[in-house]
């Protein structure tokens, strides 16, 4: 048995029907006499399925939600890392945004956005700034410019945080030629912080103070 008590392929076709729902899109993923096939050849031609149609795979819209995508995925490794560093305040947290990054990416995948569609809006926002100044309370004063380092768990949450910004800067192209939602520009925007305090506040659980930039005089407060 796998995790939380169902077997490995369950979960894993679990996850597959759920990006089929989400993205309402067959392109990766296909039954077949009841077994799920990873692929169906229709995306050879450099082509790719959203909401709406059919566009070339480095299209901007699929630079932005595949982004996404590699932030979630570099979010999972963060989330194993801080179940090994029993750090169970963000653990929780980190669960719930891999889901909201999830939404993110259903958001930008609609070629025509429709708001009783969309997933992301501000209330996710809100709840992210909570989060974040819950930690600064905690957190020491940041007086000088740091790196990423300290715990391992430090470290991932700042890739986290560089991958989010990239995929945030996509978004705004994304935006200059065509409609989205603009939620998940300001969700994307908010969560970046989130990573940047997350990752001081994971030095802070494991009791290592954060790497300052050597050359860096006091620049905050």
Not at 74 to 100: P, R, S, T
Not at 144 to 150: C, S
Request: hydrophobic share 35%.
């Amino acid at each position: 048995m796998g995790l939380f008590g169902r077997s490995g392929n369950a979960i894993r076709n679990y996850a597959i029907v759920s990006i089929i729902r989400c993205y309402g899109v067959r392109s990766r993923y296909e039954m077949e006499e009841d077994v799920m096939k990873v692929y169906t050849r229709t995306g050879d031609a450099g082509e790719t399925s959203i909401i709406g149609g059919r566009v070339p795979k480095d299209d901007p819209r699929i630079e932005a939600y595949g982004t996404i995508d590699e932030l979630n995925s570099f979010v999972g490794q963060a989330v194993c890392l801080a179940k090994e560093a029993d750090f169970e305040e963000l653990y929780l947290q980190l669960v719930q945004i891999q889901h909201e990054l999830f939404d993110c990416g259903s958001d930008l995948a609609y070629a025509r956005p429709r708001e009783d569609k969309l997933k992301v809006g501000a209330e996710l926002v809100d709840r992210l700034e909570a989060w974040l100044d819950a930690f600064e309370e905690k957190n020491p004063p940041l007086e000088r410019f740091i790196l990423p380092g300290g715990s391992a768990l430090s470290s991932s949450l700042h890739v986290c945080r560089t991958v989010c910004r990239r995929a945030e800067r996509l978004t705004v192209t994304l935006q200059r030629t065509t409609e989205i939602n603009p939620e998940v520009r300001r969700y994307l925007n908010r969560l970046s912080d989130y990573f940047f305090v997350a990752a001081r506040a994971a030095n802070v659980h494991a009791g290592i103070p954060d790497v300052e930039y050597e050359r860096s005089g006091k620049v905050f407060r």
